[in-house]
């Protein structure tokens, strides 16, 4: 999957710092109990239903524990899971496979989770135009985890942090006194920087639209709590010239109403804040 934080250096920085958390001077109940040369294997099991994520990821894991380890897979991401499945199988080491056993878990039982809720999401706004996006209410340093899970699960990811996007929320705009003051600040500031970046604009009544739509050089205009039929007003006075986003209190009850109101994305914390993970276990064998 080609996505621009998927970097070897982003996810090999990631899985460093989650097995140093975890592991310490040693992982010492694998390192007292069981011999240094032995081998065994070792089943991801699935235990619930939905679509499995965190494949790729659990490769990288594996292999930055010890490169001997060898992975045979016989599931990938984005496949549908059901309870009995077996996405692969993990030989060599046994102390290796166990120093990674959680981390691999830990990973892929919150990827699922959020693979399998986006895919959900996606399949009620099938017959529209929308786009579901995903947001930067994540987990502190699990971030990339959680957007490739997104991604996974048929949705879009939207900015990946406070760099690489011009967002201009309710308090930024309150803090520098109108729409129009923010955006012409925010212009000068990129032209001065030399920066090429998507302008998206909060707005919450359809005076603050009409005042985006006017100052004009605006990428997105965001449509945040509104009610559907202030959105489909919205979505008149735009009238495409830049890109729709609905936000703010969406939910598997409403999401189809507010796609049908013509938006282009709607972005939904939830896919990531308030998930249950999937069940999964490694079991030897």
Same mark, same amino acid.
């Given at each position: 999957?080609s996505?621009?934080?998927?970097?070897?250096k982003?996810?090999?920085?990631?899985?460093?710092?989650?097995?140093a958390?975890?592991?310490?001077?040693?992982?010492?109940?694998?390192?007292?109990?069981i011999?240094?040369?032995?081998?065994?294997k070792?089943?991801?099991?699935?235990?619930?239903?939905?679509?499995?994520?965190?494949?790729?990821?659990?490769?990288?894991?594996?292999?930055?524990?010890?490169?001997?380890?060898?992975?045979?897979?016989?599931?990938?991401d984005?496949?549908?899971?059901?309870?009995?499945?077996?996405?692969?199988e993990?030989?060599?080491?046994?102390?290796?496979?166990?120093?990674?056993?959680?981390?691999?878990?830990?990973?892929?039982?919150?990827?699922?989770?959020?693979?399998?809720?986006?895919?959900? @999401?996606? #399949?009620?706004?099938?017959?529209?135009?929308?786009? !579901?996006?995903? +947001?930067? $209410?994540?987990?502190?340093n699990?971030? *990339?985890?959680?957007k490739?899970a997104?991604a996974?699960?048929?949705?879009?990811?939207?900015?990946?942090?406070?760099?690489?996007?011009?967002?201009?929320?309710?308090n930024?705009?309150?803090y520098?006194?109108?729409i129009?003051?923010?955006?012409?600040?925010?212009?000068?500031?990129?032209?001065e920087?030399?920066?090429?970046?998507?302008i998206?604009?909060?707005?919450?009544?359809?005076?603050?639209?009409?005042?985006?739509?006017?100052?004009?050089d605006?990428?997105?205009?965001?449509?945040?709590?509104? @009610?559907? #039929?202030?959105?489909?007003?919205?979505?008149?006075? !735009?009238?495409? +010239?830049? $890109?729709?986003?609905?936000?703010?209190? *969406?939910?598997e009850?409403?999401?189809?109403e507010?796609?049908?109101?013509?938006?282009?994305?709607?972005?939904?914390?939830?896919?990531?804040?308030?998930v249950?993970?999937?069940?999964?276990?490694?079991?030897a064998?």
């Amino acid at each position: 999957m080609s996505l621009a934080y998927l970097s070897d250096k982003s996810i090999k920085q990631f899985i460093k710092s989650a097995l140093a958390e975890d592991i310490g001077d040693g992982d010492h109940s694998s390192l007292s109990s069981i011999p240094q040369n032995h081998t065994s294997k070792a089943r991801l099991l699935v235990k619930d239903e939905g679509i499995l994520a965190g494949v790729d990821l659990a490769q990288k894991i594996f292999k930055e524990v010890d490169p001997e380890l060898e992975l045979k897979l016989l599931m990938k991401d984005g496949d549908t899971m059901q309870s009995g499945d077996v996405a692969f199988e993990v030989s060599g080491s046994a102390r290796s496979i166990l120093t990674a056993e959680r981390l691999v878990l830990n990973c892929m039982q919150r990827m699922s989770g959020i693979a399998s809720y986006t895919h959900h @999401m996606c #399949s009620l706004i099938k017959n529209t135009k929308a786009k !579901i996006l995903d +947001t930067r $209410k994540t987990t502190p340093n699990f971030r *990339i985890a959680e957007k490739w899970a997104v991604a996974i699960g048929g949705g879009k990811n939207h900015r990946f942090g406070l760099y690489d996007m011009i967002m201009l929320k309710d308090n930024h705009i309150d803090y520098a006194g109108s729409i129009t003051k923010a955006v012409q600040s925010t212009q000068k500031y990129l032209k001065e920087k030399g920066k090429q970046l998507a302008i998206e604009v909060e707005t919450r009544n359809l005076d603050e639209v009409k005042e985006a739509l006017s100052v004009g050089d605006v990428d997105v205009i965001m449509l945040d709590n509104m @009610m559907p #039929s202030t959105m489909r007003e919205a979505v008149k006075l !735009i009238n495409g +010239t830049c $890109k729709i986003e609905a936000s703010g209190g *969406i939910t598997e009850m409403n999401i189809a109403e507010v796609a049908e109101c013509g938006v282009d994305f709607i972005s939904v914390g939830a896919l990531t804040h308030s998930v249950k993970s999937k069940d999964l276990s490694l079991k030897a064998f």
